[in-house]
């Protein structure tokens, strides 16, 4: 099992800069993938960014897609996803996410920190 806490979301206005991190505890995310994820009021979770297990491969959503980075640290059990540019279009809870690299599904999610970003 692996538990999964997200941190440094808040409030930032239209430009700004924040970066998430996300601890895994309970075992090591050194064979997962780790994914974040967004979920906006009335809307249904959307994609954000994914990492590979070696940190080499990285994917982002379009509506990322330079603006947004996804890291991790495996030696910490650390993934990060650093945000620039905000918009307010950006504001969701932000959810941090892993999968064994073979399953089709992602299976351990984070509680989700809440990110706003005002006009």
């Known amino acids: 099992q692996v538990q999964l806490v997200e941190s440094g979301g808040g409030l930032v206005q239209t430009g700004g800069s924040l970066r998430l991190s996300c601890a895994a505890s309970?075992?090591?995310?050194?064979?997962?993938?780790m994914g974040w994820f967004r979920q906006a009021p009335g809307k249904e979770r959307e994609f954000v960014a994914r990492v590979s297990w070696s940190g080499d491969t990285t994917d982002y959503a379009d509506s990322v897609k330079g603006r947004f980075t996804i890291s991790r640290d495996n030696a910490k059990n650390m993934v990060y996803l650093q945000m620039n540019s905000l918009k307010p279009e950006d504001t969701a809870v932000y959810y941090c996410?892993?999968?064994?690299?073979?399953?089709?599904?992602?299976?351990?999610w984070g509680q989700g920190t809440q990110v706003t970003v005002s006009s």
């Open positions: 309970g075992r090591t995310i050194s064979t997962l993938v």
């Open positions: 996410a892993a999968k064994r690299v073979y399953s089709s599904d992602y299976n351990y």
